[in-house]
Each structure stands twice: as structure tokens, then as C-alpha cells.
T-cell receptor
Framework: RKEVEQDPGPFNVPEGATVAFNCTYS??????FFWYRQDCRKEPKLLMS???SGNEDGRFTAQLNRASQYISLLIRDSKLSDSATYLC??????????FGTGTSLTVIP | ETGVTQTPRHLVMGMTNKKSLKCEQH?????MYWYKQSAKKPLELMFV???????ENNSVPSRFSPECPNSSHLFLHLHTLQPEDSALYLC??????????????FGSGTQLSVL
């Protein structure tokens, strides 16, 4: 079983739409969770950490459900600049990081 | 951003060449990583160094040879590569252990093509 599984996408949404990505992880002892954003042929960049209480950063909201081993990312009021691949990342220990395959998002004018 | 600097950005090499990728982090971190990203696959961890000591070698072929002379510098020496080794190679760093959730910071990557 894969350490991290993500919706394969691609997601094509109109500007202004709300879109949600999901991710599940297999290691129940995992401690840290992140969403990264990766543009084409560029390096992944940290979008946000994910906390048990849920957290919000502007139009982005991340949720963690430890019981279901499930992470989500919600993007409201999508912008053209949100088009990218979103990577779910799970860390069981401080220097182990497992990546999902990524979900591709295209925001259409 | 200059937190993690990786060179070269692009590399084309023949199967008999020897080349090296270089990574330098300016974030004061003590853990450094090499990842490989192939098309349609998740990032694959290759090597991890904590405090200059290699703590993980993820069954990587010996044609990839890492070197970590200090906590700020990391190299990946390449020799007799195969065409299937063509991929994006990413260096990353983190603080381990950290005060709360450790985070990975990536260099811009080296797009490697093996002919």
C-alpha cells in the first residue's frame, strides 16, 4: 500500500470556483502533514502545514482527520494563478517525508 | 529565493560521462536530502544526511554517489548513468529535530537528460 494517496485529477475549474483535494495516508503514527504546490518544471514549495484543528490561510483551508487518516485542501475563489500541481506530504518522523503523486489543477478563465 | 541553491539547472550527459550536482543551503538547517522526480511518479527519496552523516540510502544504484562535506553542502556524483535516470533531481533541507513541524525547503532542481 502506498504511504500517501491523492486524487489523481486533473481538476479543471472556472475562475471563482471552489475546489477540494483529498489525500489519505497509511501510517497512523504520522506526525506532520503539509500541502506543497509545484508549478511545471519547478521545485515544490510549501503551501501550508496542516494541523489537527484545521487551519486557514486566505483562500486556502486545510483539514486533518487523524481517525480516518485523511487530509484535505480547499481552495475558494480560484484564481488563474492557482493552476499548479498540489502535493500532499506526510511525515512520520522529523526527517522522513512521503509525497503523494500530486493533483493537477487548471483554473480556466 | 536563495534558501537552497542547486546547480546546474539543466544537464545533458552521455552514459559514459561523469558529472556532479551541487546543492547549498543558507537556512542553517542540519538535514539535507536528494529526491528524484520522474514523470507521473511521486517524489522518490534517494539519500538523507543529518549532521553530515548519511542516515538513509533508499536502495539507490551505486552509479549515484552522494557526498556531504558539511551541513550546508551536498553533492550528487553521477557516473555511467542510464537513459531511465533522466528526471528532475531535487535537493532539499530541513531542521531536524525542529521546534514543531519540520518542513522541507527545496532547491530549484536539476533537469537531467541522459542520452
Amino acid at each position: 500500500r502506498k504511504e500517501v494517496e491523492q486524487d489523481p485529477g486533473p481538476f479543471n475549474v472556472p475562475e471563482g470556483a471552489t475546489v477540494a483535494f483529498n489525500c489519505t495516508y497509511s501510517n497512523s503514527a504520522s506526525q506532520s502533514f503539509f500541502w506543497y504546490r509545484q508549478d511545471c518544471r519547478k521545485e515544490p514549495k510549501l503551501l501550508m502545514s496542516v494541523y489537527s484543528s484545521g487551519n486557514e490561510d486566505g483562500r486556502f483551508t486545510a483539514q486533518l482527520n487523524r481517525a480516518s487518516q485523511y487530509i484535505s485542501l480547499l481552495i475558494r475563489d480560484s484564481k488563474l494563478s492557482d493552476s499548479a500541481t498540489y502535493l500532499c506530504v506526510v511525515s512520520p518522523t522529523g526527517n522522513q517525508f512521503y509525497f503523494g503523486t500530486g493533483t493537477s489543477l487548471t483554473v480556466i478563465p | 529565493e536563495t534558501g537552497v541553491t542547486q546547480t546546474p539547472r539543466h544537464l545533458v550527459m552521455g552514459m559514459t560521462n561523469k558529472k556532479s550536482l551541487k546543492c547549498e543551503q543558507h537556512l542553517g538547517h542540519n538535514a539535507m536530502y536528494w529526491y528524484k522526480q520522474s514523470a507521473k511518479k511521486p517524489l522518490e527519496l534517494m539519500f538523507v544526511y543529518n549532521f553530515k552523516e548519511q542516515t538513509e540510502n533508499n536502495s539507490v544504484p551505486s552509479r549515484f554517489s552522494p557526498e556531504c562535506p558539511n551541513s550546508s553542502h551536498l553533492f550528487l556524483h553521477l557516473h555511467t548513468l542510464q537513459p531511465e535516470d533522466s528526471a528532475l533531481y531535487l535537493c532539499a533541507s530541513s531542521q531536524y529535530p525542529g521546534q514543531g513541524a519540520e518542513k522541507l525547503f527545496f532547491g530549484s532542481g536539476t533537469q537531467l537528460s541522459v542520452l
